[in-house]
């Protein structure tokens, strides 16, 4: 499956971004889909994740109540609705499909290009 991220931007701290990731090449709905944040000289970190489904999502503790993630898996899309946006989550955004293995742990197989997100203060 090909992912293709965008709607970052610049921002000043308090406003909101919309991202959309839109998904091709394979059932959408087969997948779960995730993003994820990279922000400059640290390690790529986990922020939301949906069901395949849209039956359940999850949220690093740091934007749960300000971060909504939702998929339209009629159009192939999963967005991403960032609001009250900090300074410090700034970041380049990526968006994933993967799947739970049989332990439980989401697995990511595929990835989007990545979206930039600056938030200034």
């Known amino acids: 499956v090909q992912l293709q991220a965008s709607g970052g931007g610049l921002v000043q701290a308090g406003g909101s971004l919309r991202l959309s990731c839109a998904a091709s090449?394979?059932?959408?709905?087969?997948?779960?889909m995730g993003w994820f944040r990279q922000a400059p000289g640290k390690e790529r970190e986990f922020v939301s994740r949906?069901?395949?489904?849209?039956?359940?999502?999850y949220y690093r503790d740091s934007v749960k109540g300000r971060f909504t993630i939702s998929r339209d898996n009629a159009k192939n899309m999963v967005y991403l609705q960032m609001n009250s946006l900090k300074v410090e989550d700034t970041a380049v955004y990526y968006c994933?499909?993967?799947?739970?293995?049989?332990?439980?742990?989401?697995?990511?197989?595929?990835w989007g290009q990545g979206t930039q997100v600056t938030v200034s203060s």
């Open positions: 994933a499909a993967g799947w739970l293995l049989v332990s439980g742990t989401p697995k990511y197989e595929y």
């Open positions: 090449g394979d059932t959408f709905s087969n997948y779960d």
């Open positions: 949906i069901t395949w489904s849209g039956g359940s999502t």
